[in-house]
């Protein structure tokens, strides 16, 4: 490869059969080409968000006006320099974006491979990614003249994220949470109220983000009118996975930038974790046209790959219809969703957004899974190696990255979005140290 | 009884599609009445008692029954139907044991049949044999709340192939374009949605139900069911326009949960 094509010009949906193998050896032309000419901004889907056969809108009727209302909405501003001066504004001010790209020199000596780099959002504003996306989907709610927000969480990230952005903008702000992730994530429990929060539990059947998203949605049914339903992955239907996409897409913006500057080309690797979805598609969006770039999402293979004990829906599951969208999914023979489960609160999703199992299908992101004892081991190797916590969600990145880089020659680069930071999840580690049920590795 | 209609002509294309839900509705109408259409959950509340009070809401003489196929995430509905839902679950109700349960009981009910439930499972069971197994049970349509317009192509059509009507649903805020845009598709009835919002959480029916009506009326041939929010026959007074049909759901759910039976409900609307 001689130069480094964007296969899909602006305005056009990528489709087709993409190559996968990996290597990127730039011209120092591509090179110069490349940072003069920023990326394009992401391609707009096909009919109703459909990402090649996924996506679309499984919605009651008397919901896709709202919807058709919130598409209407981001097309008119998604693009207006008045809406983007705003979310810059933010961005920079509230969330201290940009966010650095970080070079790990003692984890790349120890692994003798790859070079590991972070692109480190677990420095945002709230320690994750999740607030890129609330203050874009925020800023549109106002547009909207919305004056409540809703919003389901799984960890207690996006939660809190949309608890702060909504004090931040004085609107109201209801967040659904399953009852078993808000005993293990008590602390951000406690932040959304702090912040002016009401916080309700998902009750029914699991109790954890399934259920969450459930009640979210049946309650904003009831009062579509006055309620923004913020949602904080890149699933649900149309428009929702093609604006968090959107708003998340500055994270591959600023390190696709920031890899060039440091190393004047491309990283040979991206890695994220993939439980919805939202950072990964929101790393990966920028480099798919990137040819050379090889897309890695990581699911969490918990226990193990047997039905029930894990969430690796591209990895283990098959297509269907869940919450309003068409992509793989976890389920059982009749077609209910499967009971999930990982380490992680962030994770444990049986579905996953639209898009990855668009890009699974044609070849152009590979899809891996990583256990809960490999994703605690890489807590602890990045927290010995870095000083640097990361949440259990980005462990499993970080340990899939751990796995690749020793293989991969000294020159090879690693991006690793590092989505969040791990101060939410000591607790839970400190209990299971305590409890024997885990050993700290040894550095 | 409608049997005459539907015979066992399977695998047979009828060369003149009459829909049979359009057909009851109208012959309730013409005795100068609505149609009056009950919801249960299969499965509900235990697998026998349901076949039990299938049995009274036809005798009750129910025109249509529509069958809930439980599923775990029902976004449309509201507690009490979801809850149903869950028991129906947990009793171990798939959508292969009420098209068995069906086929088995062929012809016994007075009462049209509609299955009503959401995409996955209908996705899953495989939409060419789900057509041919519906058929084969005596189905005479669906309603999938989940499947609108842009996404019931496939499914309406292979349904269609079998004499099977997919049940169009509209809501308050459903404009009169759209209601257009269905009604070029729509066959069976119409399901009028009275409330914005899930099913079995109002009490009484909002205002703007009779301009909900008048423009689905515009925009339809067809019957018009009312659907959300009905619990008796007083809330239809005053209506300057009637509904077709009425749909009873949350209301009968709970009426059966409390211990009554599913007939004694219907006595209050004949």
Redesign the interface.
């Known amino acids: 490869m001689s130069t480094i094509p964007r296969m899909f010009p602006a305005g056009v949906t990528y489709g087709g059969t993409l190559p996968t193998d990996g290597g990127c050896a730039c011209t120092a032309a591509a090179r110069a080409a490349s940072l003069a000419t920023p990326p394009a901004p992401p391609a707009p889907p096909a ?2 968000g459909l990402f090649g056969p996924y996506g ?7 919901i ?3 919807l058709d209302e919130l598409a209407a909405t981001f097309e008119r501003y998604h693009s207006d320099p008045d809406f983007l001066a705003e979310l810059e504004y933010y961005l920079t001010r509230y969330s201290g974006r940009q966010t650095p790209l970080f070079l790990c020199a003692n984890l790349t000596a120890r692994l003798g491979g790859a070079k590991i780099y972070l692109k480190r959002e677990d420095l945002n504003h709230l320690g994750a990614h999740k607030v890129n996306n609330t203050i874009g989907q925020i800023l549109l709610a106002k547009r909207m003249g919305k004056k409540k927000v809703i919003a389901e969480t799984g960890a207690g990230q996006h939660g809190v994220a949309t608890a702060a952005t909504a004090a931040l903008m004085g609107m109201q702000c209801t967040i659904h949470m399953g009852a078993e992730d808000m005993e293990r994530q008590k602390l951000n429990v406690f932040r959304m109220r702090m912040m002016g929060a009401e916080v309700v539990p998902a009750m ?2 699991q109790r954890t983000l ?1 259920e969450a998203v ?1 009640e979210a ?2 309650a904003w ?5 006055n309620t923004f339903y913020l949602l904080g992955s890149a699933v649900g239907p149309h428009p929702y996975p093609r604006i968090v996409r959107h708003f998340q897409s500055v994270i591959g913006r600023e390190a696709r930038a920031q890899v060039l500057e440091a190393e004047g080309r491309l990283p040979d690797c991206c890695v994220a974790c993939v439980g919805g979805g939202s950072n990964a598609i929101g790393l990966f969006a920028d480099f798919i046209a990137d040819e050379g770039v090889r897309l890695i999402g990581v699911e969490p293979a918990g226990r193990g790959l047997s039905y029930g004990d894990h969430a690796a829906t591209l990895c283990m599951g098959s297509p ?5 969208f068409h992509s793989y999914m976890l ?1 059982d ?5 499967a009971a999930v489960y990982s380490i992680s609160a962030g994770l444990d999703y049986p579905g996953v957004g639209p898009e990855h199992s668009h890009l699974k299908d044609l070849g152009r992101a590979e899809y891996a899974s990583v256990t809960d004892a490999e994703a605690l081991d890489a807590f602890f190797v990045l927290s010995r190696a870095e000083g640097i916590i990361p949440a259990l969600e980005s462990s499993h990145a970080l340990a899939h990255a751990m796995k690749l880089a020793p293989a991969m020659g000294r020159d090879a680069i690693i991006v690793v979005n590092l989505s969040g930071r791990g101060d939410k999840d000591v607790a839970q580690v400190e209990e299971m140290v305590s409890a024997g049920l885990v050993t700290p590795p040894t550095l | 009884m409608s049997a005459a209609i539907h015979t066992d002509m399977n695998d047979m294309l009828p060369e003149a599609p009459v829909s049979r839900l359009e057909a009851r509705v109208a012959a309730a109408n013409a005795a100068g009445r609505p149609a009056l259409v009950p919801f249960l959950t299969a499965g509900f509340p235990t697998l026998d008692r349901f076949w039990e009070e299938m049995d009274g809401l036809d005798r009750g003489g129910a025109d249509v029954i529509e069958i809930g196929v439980p599923f775990s995430d029902p976004v449309a509905d509201g507690p009490v139907v979801e809850a149903a839902s869950l028991r129906a679950l947990e009793n171990g109700v798939t959508l292969r044991w009420i098209l068995d349960g069906l086929k088995a009981r062929k012809d016994r009910y007075n009462a049209e049949l509609v299955l009503m439930g959401y995409y996955n499972p209908f996705l899953q069971y495989g939409l060419e044999n789900l057509a041919a197994d519906a058929a084969a049970a005596g189905v005479a349509g669906f309603i999938v709340p989940d499947l609108p317009l842009e996404e019931d192509a496939e499914m309406r059509a292979l349904l269609a192939a079998r004499g099977i009507d997919l049940i169009a649903l509209v809501g308050p805020n459903t404009s009169e374009e759209r209601m257009a845009e269905y009604a070029a598709v729509a066959s069976g009835y119409v399901y009028v949605v009275s409330v914005l919002g899930i099913t079995g959480v109002r009490e009484g029916l909002p205002p703007e139900v009779p301009q909900t009506l008048a423009r689905a009326r515009k925009a339809f041939r067809l019957p018009l069911a009312l659907g959300f929010g009905i619990k008796e026959p007083k809330q239809l007074e005053g209506f300057p326009d009637r509904p077709d049909a009425v749909v009873f759901g949350s209301a009968l759910l709970r009426h059966i949960d409390a211990g009554n039976s599913a007939e004694s409900f219907l006595a209050a609307w004949k």
Not at chain 1, 221 to 225: F, M, Q, R, S, V
Not at chain 1, 320 to 324: D, I, K, P, S
Not at chain 1, 333 to 337: L, Q, R, V
Request: net charge negative; charged share 30%.
């Open positions: 009919r109703d679309g809108q499984y919605v009651p009727e008397h896709k006006p709202v029914s059947g399934k459930d949605l049946a049914l009831g009062d579509a009118e269907g219809v869940m919450h309003g389920k023979e009749a077609g209910e969703p």
